[in-house]
Every structure is written in C-alpha cells, then in structure tokens.
C-alpha cells in the first residue's frame, strides 16, 4: 500500500472559486423564508409609528375576528413569558440601561417597537389581520439628538432619570502604559501645536441583503429555531437564559444566510417572539420582516460624536491624544450595543507612537433604533477621525501628509510593539505597504496634476486621500474580553471527522453568511490533512452538528476558527500516526506526515491519509489500547489580538460647480498576513472598500423631528451599486501574524474600516484651498457646493472644525439630517 | 412585503380596459408596467379593489411614424423607446433620457406611458416630453381627446388624465436633425435625479435658432425653461452666450428640498445642468 | 415641522373671529376632510388622502386646545390614526388674528401648523410627504382666508378662495411656467357629488382643476388632487368605513 493521492500544489494561496456559490448565486439554498413546515403559522407584528409614547389601549377584536387569525397577542399577554432582551456588554458595572421587553408592555421607546402579534395561517393574513389591531398611545417627548440627550433635559426612559447610560475612560498615564495627556496638550498648547476637531459618525444602516427570518418548531423533542443570524451558538445560550428553556432542549439553526454585517449578530425580538408564539400555539411559526421592518428596526450602526484633541510638537511629532465620544445606544442597549465604541477604544492610537493617550466614551440613549456592532464597530470611527487628524496636522507643518505619518508611525524594526493602550502588534510594515501603495498609485504624478490644475482654476479639483490604517481583529482573547467586562469569550471550536473513505467533515463553530468559509477552511484542511480540496465538507451553523463555537464576526472567523481548525486537523494526525506506525510495522517515532501521507523515515513505505482512516473504521487491526476513529477537535483562544495594516491612497475629482464626487482612482496595499484564498479576500477587501466609501459619500440613516426614519428605503437610503463605483486596485504586502501558525491576520473588515478617511481626506485635499478643513458625512454634493462657496456667505460645514473642550463655543449645536 | 388583496384585471382592448374603469373606478387602479404603483401596493400605502393590467392591450405598444410626429404607444416599455431608430432620429431627446432612465431591469418592465401619467416629477421623460412640445392622446368612453404637454402635467403626481380616463399613446412633434442632451445629476446611479434638464436645440451655422429645454425635478411638476429658451434664441452657441443664458433656469421654479439637497441648491444646480446641456446638445 | 402662512383679510377682526364660532367650520376647510361629529368644541370625522398611486384614509379627532377670544387666538389640535396601520397624523393649528398693520380695517391673520406624520407615509421616498404636507396646507389656509374674507358659505367651491394681496403661503408660489389654464368643460358636476365638499381644489393654486372633464366621478378626481396626507385635521371616524 503505498499513498495514491498526489495533489498538484499547496491549496492556500489559491484563488479557488467558492464552492458556496453555486447553491448560493442559482438561489438552490434554502434560506430561512424558504423553509415550510407542515402546518406553519405566520406572524406580522403591529410597530409602534411613535418614538415615544405611552399605550393606552390595544383592541385586538378586529383583528382576531379577522380569517384564519389563530391568535393576537400583546406585550401585556406575554408579560411573564417574554423576559428581556440580554446585553452581553455591560462597560461598566453600574451601567444603566431600561428594560428592552421583546414586546412593548406600557410604553414604546423608539418608532419601530412591537407592540402586538398577529398570527395567522398565511403571511398574508397574519399582514392583513395586523392592520386590524387598533392601538392607542399618548406621545411623550421623545429625545433624537445625541447631543441634546447629554443634557437629559427631555428623556428617552423617564424611569431611568438620564439618559447617560455608562462613562468609559481608558488613560494611559492611569493605566501605566504611558504619559499624561493633559500634560501634553498643556506643552503643545504652550510650544507646539494643537489639532482639535468635532467629528460626527452618522447613523448607519447595516443593509444586509436577505431581510432577517426566523422559523420556530416546537414539535420535536428539541425545539429548533432557523435564524438568518451570524450567532446561532449564542443565540442558543440567550434563548436558554433569558426563556428558560433548557438548553439541552433547544436547538438552533444558521442556514444559509444572506449577508449580517454586524446586523445579524444580536438575539433580537423578533427571534424570542417566533419562539413564545411557537410554543404557545404548539405549531411552527414564521416570521419574516420586509425591507422597511429591516430597514427601521434591525439596528443601526456608528452614529457618534467625537471631539479630539492632538498635540505635536511644532515639527509634527505626536504627543498625545484625547478622545471624547458621545455614542447613540438607541433606545436600548444591543446585544454588543454600548460596547461597540469600546472596539475602537484602542485604536484612535492607530499606527503612531503617541506617548501619551485618553479615551472618554460616554454611551447615550434616544428614542432611535438601537444601534449595535456595523461592519468594523468602533474601529472605523477611531481611524477614522486619527487618521482625519493625520491630515489636518500635515496641513499645519506643512508637509504632506504621507510625511507626516511616516514622522510618527512604529517602524517595521520595533515590532513587536506595545502601544500606548498596553496592546502589543505583533508584526507589519507601514513603510513596505506605503511604498507600494504610493507606486501604484502614481502618487508623485497625481500631486502634480493637482497643482496644475488648482493653479489653473479648474472647475474640477482634484484631491488625494490617505489612511494608514491598522485594526484589531480577531476577537478575542478571552481574558481580554473578560477584563472589558465582557458576557463571553472569544474562543473558537472545530472538530474534524475522517469518514471511512477517506472524506474529511469540518465543524466549526463560525458561522458564516456570505464569506466563503466553506471554501477556505477547505483549503485549510485539504493542505493539512493532504486531502482533495472536493473531499472536505465544511459543516457550520446547526447546534445538532456544531456543538459549540462563538460565531462570525470582528473579522475573526479565519484567525480564530481557522486556527481552530488547524489544531484538530494536527490532532488527528497525531490519533493517526500510531495506528500508522502499527499498520506499517514501524516505531512511532518514526512516521512522518507530509502530503497527505504517513511514512517511515527512510523507507518508501506508508499509508495515505484515507487508508489509515479506513482501518480505523474497520477497528481489525489496531494497536492495544488506541480507540477506533481519527476524529479531533480543538478549542483555540487566542492570546493576543491580530493586526492588520494597510496603507489606502485615493483619488477624487470635485467638480466645484455642482459639488459632484467623481472617484478617479483608488489603491490600496493590506498587509493581512498569510492569504488562503486570494480571490475571497479581493472579494471582502472589495465590498468592505464600498460600504466605507458608502459612509464617506452617500449612506445616512436619517431620522426627522418625530423620529420616524425618513430614509427607511431604498430610495433615500442610498446603498451604492457596481455603477457607483470603479474598478479598485488591490494589492498586498506580508507580515504573517506571530500569534498563530496560519499566520492570518483578518480582512473581512479592514475595507470598511480604511476607506472611510481615505475618501474623506481626498474629497477635502480637493477644495482645502477654499479654506474647507471639513465636510461633513456622508459627504454630498449639496455639502461639498455649501463648503467650497461658504467663504462667500454660506454655512460651509457646520458642527465641524471649530476649537473645543468649550461649551461655549459656537457650532456645537447638532441639527442632524436634511437640513444639513 | 404582501399587497392588500386585490383582482387582477388584463383587458385586452382599450375599450375593455375603459369599461373596467368605468365600472370599478375610484376602487381601481390601472398598471402600467408597476414600477411604481407596486412598491406603493406591497408597502400598502394603497388597497385598490381592483387592479387593471394594460399590458397586454398589443394596441398600446410600438412606436409609429406619423408624418410630422412620431407616435408611441403608451405601454411601450422604455427599453424600447430607448433603441428605436425612429425616436433616436426624429426625438432625440427621448432617447437621451431613457438611457439614463432608473435601471435595465425597469428599463423593460416601466412604460413611457405609465411613467407619464404617474407624473412624478423627479420622473425622467416629463420634461423631455415637455420640452418637445409632445401632445397625450386620451382616451374615454366617450373617445378621446388630445391634450397638449403644458397643459398634460397639472401637479404633484396628478395629469389631465380623467378618472375614467387612459393615456393611450404620445404624438411628439418630429424634431429632426436638433441637438439634444439629458444632463442628470445623481448620487448613486439608481435614484431619482435631484436635478436633471432635458434640452434640445436647432444649430444653425453656430447660431441656436431655436431651444427647447425642460426641467426635472425643479417643482411639483416638470417645467419649460422658457426664459432660457428666449435667451438662447439667435445666440451663438458658444460658451459664454449659453452660460448667461442658462442663468435664468431657475427664474421662478419652486423645487423641493429633501435628503440630497435644498431648494436653493437645486436652483443653482438647474444653471450649471442647464449649460452643461445645451452645450452638449448644440455640439451634437 | 412647523409651517406658518400669513394673509390679510378686509374684515375687521371682531367680524373674522366671528367666523369660528364651532370647530367643525375649520375641520371644513382641510381638503379631503369628512366631519362625522360636532360635540362642543371636539370634532370626528376622517380624511381621504390621495396621492398619485398613494390612496391612505385617516380617521381622528380633533379638539380646540385654546379659545381665546380677547387674543384673537385660538389652537386646534387634531390627531388621526391611518385605517390601515400604515402611521398617523397629527396637527396643531394655531391661527392669530390683529389688526392690518396696514390698517383699513383689515385684519392681519397668520396660521401657524405643527404637523407630524409618521409611519410609511413619513417614509414614501425623497421627502415627497412634506411637499404634498405643504401644498395640503396651503390649500387648508386658502380655504380659511376665502372663509374669512368673503364668509363664503361653503367652504370651498370650484371658483376657489381667490388670493388675498398678502397671501405669503409658501405652498402657493407659482411653478415657474405654470401652463396657461386651458378651459375645459366646466366640472358642474362636482357639486353634486356629495360625498366630498370640501376635497375641492383652490383654483388660484392648481390650475389642474379646471382642466378636468367632466366625469361622473370627477369628484374622486378632486380627492386625488388634493391628496395628501396627513392630516391636518384628521377626524375620528365613529364608525370605521
């Protein structure tokens, strides 16, 4: 018996074509909505048009008289079955925060909020009988803007007697890793210089292309629950927790599941609901929202103000940074909710070695949708505004800003580096990435005909915008996350099952919705084991199957699971050397694996991968004492988070006439680590780069003085499509991460979390000679017009570049929305 | 996203279809192509009784050549206005504004028709028909009638078309051999444009004898840029000329504000759009 | 949302307040409006709203939040549920009456109107609602100010509250090319059409009306043109149709 399966070359590395989208792009899955069971039940919930509003009546008569209406209920007939919607990040320990009931049981907190069931044979009765539920409310004031929600002159939960729901502070004189801040802007103020700016995150929408669903079957002897969710594991824990079901009796299902963004990684209302209705009613039940539910009520994201201050010395060098945020929890506090500016807490440092550092977080709520986790959550707003300051503190040297950065960032000897946060980056290399970046970009050239053409006066001004981006991913380091007062930990499971003909099955705890997992822990394992690529089965997102796991997001699905993966793959082949070493008459100690293949040091004797699994299977012949089967499984907690870096150089052109963004050209050069599948990460670096320059340019959930949204479609929630984009050009650099043996870094974020500043920096490089130093996003023709002409009379920018940490400065009033 | 309940009528004349709006009137609505009245239907913001589906009346559909006109038949899709020789030569106008017209998908589901008598402002072929100077043919039960574009579009979604009425096709005068330009502004493609301005224009040995330019967008419905027509008249079609000539583009408009811009923008927007495209018209 | 309209009428104050002895005389004049109830100073009733494609019926109250006649002041406020869930309406009508500044007897009126819609409506795409609120309102205030300066009868009619010189309502600023009015047959059949009296077009703001045919239910044709939303003055329906 010699080994017979010769593969061509390493999987990693390969731009496989995903082996998901086929079921996938044909629509042959079967996605939550798509599920029928026997006698299912529909339900519509009845939402409250009010953002604030007590109930004084609900008359369901109608609505249950209605056809083949099973039952309507209200929050007051689920009162002591429907518990309260958990937070699993509580910042501190005395944060505050009103009682999130999945159905509104006195009063509605934003508009949106349930506040009856209908349930009926068919969607489109359950639809029909919902607008037959006639519901009374007397309006209370309702809190909007943040800002005036700092004041808690009108409250957004009277109970709770303000609206500050928990203060953060991270100071790294106070932690030991660094120097006052106060002192160094106290030198700067003196002898060198101070950048201070008011930045504001608007509100977003996560926008995920399959609307959330949820189908409920209480007749097994398990209960099973298919979600659209990013979180079947925690989901599973939440429904035990909060319901009080035994978990053992609970089982929940991630099919596949169309896009989450961060949007589908909380254990929401509507998914409690499927559930108590399902068991009531003793039928499966379903539940699927549309666009608009999606749209108003799924949560948001971003929506921050931040005030910053950075000192330097006269040449550019950084002393120190002071952040303070006022964050919009909404009206309730998620899932990750106030913790999300917490993920950004350590990263308004970025890349440069600030010796001194101060981040204030205060965490508010307003009658809005809550907002929770967004693709990046809390990364994108902190690079954001660093990498905002980088600019505008080369524009007061003098120098470009590429200059700048390079003054202050961690060169690639100093790695490992300990930041001023006490967060140790374990590799890069700002200089390699920029260079190529700049190379690529034709960076030299593009400056030149910037000149000319701002000394020609030409209507269309061209403008270069740079981030040099750095992340933390891959969450998390569990006692990391139990240190922030965390809910849970950041482990990642997999377990690996060798069939008897030699095919391999994945579990992993991940779960994804659209990344292509499938196809790169396919490569993982067949590189690994030495398997065919089409031998190995990623198995994900069913309790039954994937016993544990901690899920998809933060970019951590390939760092941590992957890893994962990795360990219960070299556990298996450690279950199967013995067996190999008996089968070949030969010491343990010398088998060797490679290629898929065990030998004997110095013979051509060995077995292939499958035959030993084969004969494990069989059980005839083993040695004494080993047990039949090569099945492993692994449990990977990371000891640090992962860093990726990457230097984005943009290019846009400004037509001054009409304010129009045309983006010309758009580079970038992520360092991600080791890549498995390099068509995936164009793939992720694609769409992240879109939804980051979506924020910059055209997305803003905007909400108007009644706090009903106003862009709750598609038609003014501007989601942009492949014909609002160009082609970008993507290229990498290399710093395997140390932490782990895949050396991977993490990529499903770093698009977003990149692009955001790069843009905005370009768009204003473009008209900074009109004296615009900011505009605000998303950055719209109309503001873009208003900013370059408000030097002749115009309100430019409002809210923005104006000195602070002075109440009683002019401009701070936020008046968010379309009259900006 | 469910609709109301509601029948579904597909007359297969225009008689048929008539009588069906006489009889269920005020609880029918007609469908024209359903790019806009079924998201309104699915978002229930509307619960007709009855539906009324005009496609499949063959006689509504084509573009015809009639002497000194071109006729389109109302339940022509856009698709096809837009690749039609005879539109692309005799209005071209028509076709410049269909081509940047939503997308392809509705490009071939959306008629000319139905996207007319929805009357929308911020619609793409209200001001090109208006600028042309096209004539609606209506039709009732007691025959049809002909209602000349300035007095066709009367406000915020609302048209001369009669209850019991049905835009059956569109005469546009042939403006052969005239420049013509749809200049739209847009933040993402796929949207309404906060501006837009439709101009077609007769060159004469680099001399504009004649414009015709209509506005999208810029009020409750789409509006003749009449003041810069008359400026523009006996110009020559140079740069300067036509730039102080579309400064009036705005005189008197009263367009909206919403999430993509003021009014005050959108006036200023209609000058700058309004030069951008009679120059692009008169230069062919 | 606040909006405020100003104009002057020839009547003297006294005489102008005069006109608003009961609700229902205000509740009249919002286009589209059906009054079911007149209780003191409470009013029920309802409102068909049609706008193009969007057909929506709200169904409400309305009450004087404040009479003050030695002001020359009084506040309405109307609040109304759309029947089909979709949101609700709701407004607050403050109307000020003073002497003309120009003097002559004449009495200077402004109307001030908080309105809110939410729900769907409030989300119907590019901000359409607040137009179609505007121009509502415009024709609300018309329909006061031809109450107020000729003590019309009805409340509206197809010859329309002509313009008073001081008329300031934003929502009546002409289009720019409005086309010339093209008489068509006069809609003599609108009056009889009972169901809706008051859904009935200002002239002096939309051209459209005269235009229209005659048509045996010219006077849905009217409710659409007035469409719109919200309320106003929505009207609680005692029995829901």
């Known amino acids: 018996m010699t080994a017979t399966q010769e593969r061509p070359s390493a999987e990693i590395g390969q731009s496989r074509r995903r082996k998901e989208d086929q079921r996938l792009i044909t629509g042959r899955t079967r996605w939550t909505d798509n599920i029928q069971l026997p006698g299912m039940l529909h339900i519509a919930m009845v939402r409250s048009p009010f953002a604030h509003a007590t109930i004084t009546n609900i008359d369901t008569s109608e609505a249950l008289a209605a056809t083949n209406v099973v039952t309507v209920l209200t929050g007051a007939d689920l009162a002591a079955e429907q518990g309260t919607l958990p937070t699993a990040w509580n910042i501190t320990t005395d944060q505050k925060a009103a009682a999130h009931l999945p159905v509104a049981v006195e009063r509605v907190a934003f508009a949106g909020e349930i506040v009856a069931i209908v349930v009926a044979r068919s969607a489109a009765e359950a639809r029909d009988a919902a607008e037959l539920v006639d519901v009374d409310y007397e309006e209370l004031p309702a809190v909007l803007d943040l800002k005036k929600a700092a004041t808690d002159e009108v409250l957004a939960h009277p109970d709770l007697g303000t609206n500050k729901s928990a203060f953060w502070q991270f100071d790294s004189a106070g932690a030991g890793t660094g120097t006052s801040v106060d002192d160094a802007i106290a030198e700067a103020r003196a002898n060198g210089i101070l950048i201070e700016r008011e930045y504001r995150q608007q509100r977003l929408i996560p926008a995920f292309m399959e609307p959330r669903s949820f189908v409920c079957d209480p007749t097994g002897e398990q209960l099973t629950l298919w979600s659209s969710t990013q979180i079947p594991h925690i989901t599973r824990f939440f429904l035990a927790v909060v319901l009080g079901i035994p978990e053992n009796k609970i089982r929940v299902i991630a099919p596949d599941v169309g896009g989450g963004f961060g949007g589908k990684l909380q254990f929401v209302a509507e998914e409690i609901i499927a559930v108590l209705v399902a068991r009531r009613t003793g039928k499966p039940c379903k539940f699927t929202e549309t666009r608009s539910e999606s749209l108003m009520t799924a949560h948001h994201g971003r929506d921050q103000w931040q005030t910053l201050t950075l000192a330097a010395t006269k040449d550019g060098t950084v002393t120190g940074l002071k952040v303070d945020l006022l964050c919009d929890l909404g009206a309730y506090a998620g899932t990750v909710g106030g913790g999300v500016p917490i993920l950004g807490a350590f990263m308004f440092n970025a890349i440069y070695k600030f010796p001194a550092y101060q981040f204030n977080c205060t965490n508010l709520f307003t009658n809005k949708t809550l907002t929770d986790a967004y693709r990046g959550a809390g990364r994108p707003e902190a690079t954001f505004a660093i990498e905002r300051l980088m600019d505008e503190l080369a524009v007061e040297v003098g120098v470009d800003p590429l200059e700048i950065r390079e003054k202050n960032w961690i060169t690639h000897e100093e790695f490992p580096f300990t930041s001023v946060c006490g967060l140790v980056y374990d590799s890069g290399n700002y200089e390699a990435a920029t260079a190529k970046a700049k190379e690529m970009f034709g960076y030299d050239e593009l400056r030149a005909e910037q000149r000319r053409r701002r000394e020609s006066g030409d209507p269309v001004q061209l403008g270069i915008g740079i981030s040099t981006f750095t992340e933390m991913c891959g969450l998390a380091p569990s006692r990391v996350l139990g240190s922030l007062n965390y809910g849970a930990g950041g482990w990642e499971h997999a377990a690996i099952r060798m069939l008897p003909t030699g095919k391999v099955e994945v579990i992993t705890g991940i779960s994804p919705h659209g990344q292509g997992h499938e196809t790169a822990l396919s490569q993982i394992v067949a590189d690994r084991l030495g398997v065919a690529f089409e031998d190995v089965e990623v198995l994900h997102g069913d309790t039954q199957i994937s016993h544990k796991g901690m899920d998809t997001y933060g970019s951590r699905s390939l760092v941590v699971g992957g890893e994962a993966v990795v360990r219960a793959a070299d556990k298996v082949i450690e279950r199967a050397k013995p067996i190999a070493a008996h089968l070949l008459e030969a010491s343990v100690d010398d088998i060797e694996f490679s290629g898929g293949r065990f030998g004997v040091r110095g013979t051509d004797k060995g077995l292939a991968i499958g035959e030993i699994a084969l004969a494990s299977f069989a059980a005839h012949n083993l040695p004494d004492g080993v047990e039949p089967g090569l099945d492993a499984d692994a449990t990977f907690d990371p000891d640090s988070f992962s860093f990726p870096h990457g230097t984005h150089l943009c290019a846009v052109e400004i037509d001054t006439e009409t304010g129009g963004v045309t983006m010309r050209k758009y580079v970038c050069v992520d360092d991600i680590g080791n890549i498995v599948n390099p068509m995936i990460v164009a793939g992720q670096v694609h769409g992240g780069l879109v939804q980051g320059i979506a924020q910059a340019l055209f997305e803003e959930a905007v909400h108007d003085d009644a706090g009903t949204l106003v862009s709750g479609s598609f038609v003014d929630y501007l989601v942009p499509t492949a014909a609002d984009t160009i082609s970008f050009d993507i290229e990498h650099t290399t710093s395997p991460s140390t932490n782990t043996m895949l050396g991977t870094k993490g990529v499903g974020e770093a698009g977003t979390i990149a692009s955001t500043p790069a843009v905005v920096n370009a768009v204003v490089d473009a008209i900074r000679h009109f004296g615009v130093n900011d505009v605000r996003m998303p950055c719209t023709p109309e503001r873009i017009w208003r900013a370059i002409h408000s030097r002749d009379g115009g309100d430019g920018t409002p809210g923005a570049a104006m000195p602070h940490f002075s109440e009683e400065e002019p401009g701070r009033d936020s008046v968010e929305g379309a009259d900006q | ?284 | 949302m606040d909006l405020t309209h100003r104009f002057t009428v020839p009547t003297s104050v006294e005489e102008t307040w005069a006109h608003f002895q009961d609700i229902a005389s205000v509740a009249e004049c919002f286009p589209g409006a059906t009054v079911t109830a007149v209780e003191g100073d409470t009013f029920q009733g309802s409102c068909k709203v049609k706008l193009g494609p969007i057909a929506l019926v709200y169904t409400g109250s309305g009450t004087f939040l404040e009479k003050d006649e030695q002001e020359h002041r009084f506040v309405v406020e109307a609040k109304g549920k759309d029947k089909r869930g979709n949101g609700t309406a709701g407004a607050t009508v403050t109307l000020t009456m003073a002497d003309a500044a120009a003097g002559g007897g004449a009495t200077d009126v402004q109307v001030v109107t908080d309105l809110a819609i939410t729900g769907k409506p409030a989300q119907f795409g590019r901000g359409v609602m607040q137009d179609v609120s505007d121009k509502l309102l415009g024709q609300f205030v018309s329909c006061l100010e031809t109450r107020l300066a000729g003590g019309a009868p009805e409340p509206s009619g197809e010859s329309g509250p002509t313009s008073a010189p001081g008329e300031q309502s934003d929502a009546a600023a002409p289009a720019v090319d409005a086309p010339p009015v093209s008489v068509g047959p006069a809609p003599a059949a609108q009056r009889e059409a009972p169901a809706a009296p008051h859904t009935e077009r200002d002239d002096s703001l939309d051209l459209g009306a005269t235009v229209l045919p005659i048509l045996a239910r010219t006077y849905w044709k009217q409710g659409v043109a007035v469409l719109g939303v919200l309320a106003l003055v929505i009207w609680w329906l005692a029995s829901r149709d």
Do not use: C
Request: hydrophobic share 45%.
């Open chain 2, 1 to 284: 996203m469910i609709p109301a309940q509601f029948d579904y009528l597909a007359p297969t004349s225009v008689e048929e279809a008539l009588a069906a709006l006489a009889e269920h009137g005020d609880e029918a609505k007609i469908l024209a192509g359903g790019q806009s009245l079924l998201p309104v239907l699915r978002m229930r913001l509307n619960a007709p009784e009855f539906v009324i589906d005009l496609g499949r009346i063959d006689a509504l559909r084509g573009v015809r050549d009639d002497g000194d006109a071109i006729v389109i038949g109302a339940m022509t899709q856009h698709s096809v206005v837009g690749s039609d020789p005879l539109v692309a030569e005799h209005a071209a106008l028509i076709s410049k504004a269909v081509e940047h017209l939503a997308d392809a998908q509705i490009r071939h589901r959306g008629t000319f028709g139905g996207a007319l008598a929805h009357a929308d402002p911020a619609g793409d072929l209200g001001a090109p028909a208006l600028a042309l100077g096209a004539e609606f043919v209506i039709a009732g039960t007691g025959g049809t009638r002909t209602v000349p574009a300035d007095d066709f579009f009367v406000d915020l979604f609302e048209t001369a078309i009669g209850e019991d009425e049905i835009l059956t096709e569109v005469r546009i005068p042939k403006h052969t051999g005239w420049g013509a330009h749809y200049e739209k502004f847009v933040r993402v493609a796929h949207q309404w444009p906060i501006v837009a301005v439709a101009a077609t224009v007769r060159v004469d040995g680099g001399t504009i004898a004649e414009a015709r330019i209509g506005l999208t967008n810029m009020g409750s419905t789409p509006l003749r840029a009449r003041a810069v027509e008359e400026a523009l008249a006996g110009q020559p079609a140079t740069e300067d000329a036509v730039r102080s000539a579309a400064a009036k583009a705005a005189d008197g408009a009263n367009p909206p504000s919403d999430l993509n811009g003021d009014a005050d923008y959108r006036r200023h927007l209609a000058t700058v759009l309004t030069r951008r495209a009679v120059l692009a018209a008169a230069g062919g």
